[in-house]
């Protein structure tokens, strides 16, 4: 069975730019969580979508929003890319319950020139 | 607030010696913690996790840990490390708000496994 998968692994952007990035998650999972990794903040929770539904979210501003399409895959939009924005983001899969184990893709690695 | 506390931020240890992480939290309810390993550029692989019922869970790679309530503590372990095993370790419990899943995580203790 695939892993999770994410799309583009690099990219640089400006500041002001706004960037798409894209996440599928293991065949079979429904939920989708983004999560923020940066050497000063560590590890921190965006936002979780279940079955196309925002199921839960995270303390960012709201230039950070997502979404889930009907075949479970996601993408994460952030505009007006800010220099702080440069980070690992990093996507993980799980199954309808809220105690399943989450799967991580190897994330997307985002600069902001 | 809920929160995770992993204190070393670096740990050096010889190959073959065993291996101590330690992470503490804080949590009203019955926690479901987690043990993540992170290598350079990858994302995050699971090592372990404790639901419930016995206390001393085992993982993959030969790494074990024990849940202690009267600690709030939830330490990773290992009889003997392998070089392999460097890498950057996460502890985190979930968090449930309303239904959804939300992991929150520590920040992390960086392992250095000298030959």
């Known amino acids: 069975k695939a892993g999770v998968t994410q799309t583009p692994r690099y990219l640089i952007k400006t500041r002001g730019q706004q960037v798409t990035l894209s996440c599928s998650p293991i065949?079979?999972?429904?939920?989708v969580s983004w999560y923020q990794q940066t050497p000063g903040q560590g590890l921190q929770f965006l936002f979780e979508?279940?079955?196309?539904?925002?199921?839960n979210k995270g303390n960012f501003p709201g230039r950070f929003s997502g979404r889930q399409f009907s075949n479970s895959r996601s993408e994460m939009n952030v505009s007006t890319l800010e220099l702080g924005d440069s980070a690992l983001y990093l996507c993980?899969?799980?199954?309808?319950?809220?105690?399943?184990?989450?799967?991580f893709g190897p994330g997307t690695r985002l600069t902001v020139l | 607030a809920q929160s995770v506390t992993q204190p070393d931020i670096h740990i050096t240890v010889s190959e073959g010696a065993s291996l101590e992480l330690r992470c503490n939290y804080s949590y009203g309810a019955t926690p479901y913690l987690f043990w993540y390993v992170q290598s350079p550029g990858q994302g995050l692989q699971l090592l372990l996790k404790?639901?419930?019922?016995?206390?001393l869970v085992q993982g993959i790679k030969g790494f074990e840990a024990e849940f202690k309530r009267s600690q709030s503590s939830f330490n990773l372990r290992k009889p003997s490390v392998h070089w392999s095993d460097a890498a950057e370790y996460f502890c985190?419990?979930?968090?449930?708000?309303?239904?959804?899943?939300?992991?929150?995580f520590g920040t992390g203790t960086q392992l250095k496994v000298e030959l």
């Open positions: 985190a419990v979930y968090i449930l708000t309303g239904g959804g899943n939300k992991l929150t």
């Open positions: 993980a899969s799980g199954g309808a319950s809220s105690y399943n184990e989450q799967f």
């Open positions: 065949s079979g999972h429904r939920s």
């Open positions: 404790y639901f419930s019922g016995d206390t």
């Open positions: 979508y279940f079955s196309e539904t925002q199921r």
